[in-house]
């Protein structure tokens, strides 16, 4: 069987559908809960790197928190959002899923599909 991890939120029912998805599939995933947990500095970094995406890419727009802090202001580097996302994981989109084809921000689902063992 080949590792599987999904930076998870059990209250979202994207994330949701990711597990039940990957479990559907047969895998038993390691589950990491993000908010719980936060990925260090290098892993989020890596994270990012990995899914293809920019640091913007990955944030969650619509919390709150995002506005409080006017994050859409493009003055904001992208270490000092990476940062931000460290003190507030809550801002870190997810499902994200990684295997050994690679991770994937599964927003639209389908992108889990292309890497699913």
């Known amino acids: 069987m080949q590792k599987i991890s999904i930076y998870h939120n059990q209250s979202c029912s994207k994330s949701r559908e990711a597990l039940k ?3 559907e599939a047969g895998q038993e995933p390691e589950i990491i809960l993000y ?10 970094a890596e994270l990012i790197r990995l899914t293809g995406l920019s640091v913007r890419g990955i944030m969650r727009d619509g919390e709150d928190i995002y506005g409080e802090l006017h994050l859409d202001d493009p003055k904001w580097t992208d270490d000092e959002l990476i940062d931000v996302m ?30 699913m063992p």
């Open 86 to 115: 460290l003190k507030h994981p809550i801002l870190i989109n997810r499902p994200i899923v990684v295997t050994e084809k690679g991770a994937r921000l599964c927003r639209p689902m389908e992108a889990l599909d292309e890497i």
């Open 21 to 23: 998805r990957i479990r």
């Open 35 to 44: 908010k719980e947990n936060p990925p260090s500095r290098e892993e989020l």
